[in-house]
């Protein structure tokens, strides 16, 4: 049962960050294990439990991301992440970032959660702007609805060339070529030392689920470019 990080979580993060070296990491790695990987595994399993019962159609999975870059991309960084994340999902064989999923991230800095589709092919973007020209009222209602509720941001990595103008609530939507819906907190408050957080990250995720659910509907669509 997950029962909070710690300060020796934070530490370790910290550590890390300004000890980017196997040497260091072999020495701390059993706080690495204890404070850090074992603790955000059980959270992972407790909001996937919640979501899956939430939706147990969906057949969701979760993952708790590696400490370890990929040796092909470190680009003069240290072998080490100095955070961790993990994923709920359902099974594909697409890559992470080109599938919507639910995430939680701590960072030296703080921490953040929401949903996110980080790399959507174009033809699924496609098929959500057709979507929008001819029914535009199912997904305003979805985005009026996150809008009100005011937990998450919109994040969105928009195309150059607007791809049309569907109206203020719409458009950050309609232009996006990949998009989060993020709720992001500096610093480490109480809530991250407590069984509470699974409690509130679960609950906000909750929330995003029929958002979810639209896009992967995506999937059944005609390709509008043929």
Not at 175 to 191: K, M, P, T, V, Y
């Amino acid at each position: 049962m997950f029962q909070g990080f710690s300060d020796r979580t934070i530490d370790f993060m910290w550590g890390i960050r300004f000890n980017n070296e196997k040497s260091w990491f072999e020495a701390n790695k059993e706080s690495y294990l204890r404070d850090f990987y074992q603790p955000m595994r059980e959270m992972n399993r407790e909001v996937w439990e919640r979501l899956n019962a939430a939706a147990p159609d969906l057949g969701l999975f979760g993952k708790v991301s590696r400490i370890y870059r990929d040796a092909r991309r470190l680009h003069g960084r240290g072998p080490y992440k100095d955070r961790l994340w993990w994923s709920i999902q359902r099974p594909t064989d697409e890559e992470f970032p080109r599938r919507p999923v639910f995430w939680f991230e701590l960072e030296p800095e703080g921490w953040s959660y929401g949903m996110g589709y980080y790399q959507a092919p174009p033809v699924t973007m496609a098929k959500f702007r057709r979507r929008l020209d001819s029914n535009p009222a199912p997904f305003e209602k979805l985005a009026r609805q996150v809008k009100q509720q005011g937990r998450f941001t919109l994040e969105a990595e928009c195309y150059k060339r607007p791809k049309g103008d569907p109206g203020p609530l719409l458009g950050p939507w309609y232009n996006a070529r990949s998009f989060a819906l993020s709720r992001d907190h500096q610093g480490h408050q109480a809530i991250l030392y407590a069984h509470d957080l699974v409690e509130l990250v679960g609950e906000d995720l909750e929330t995003l689920l029929p958002v979810y659910r639209y896009f992967i509907s995506l999937e059944g669509d005609p390709d509008p470019r043929d």
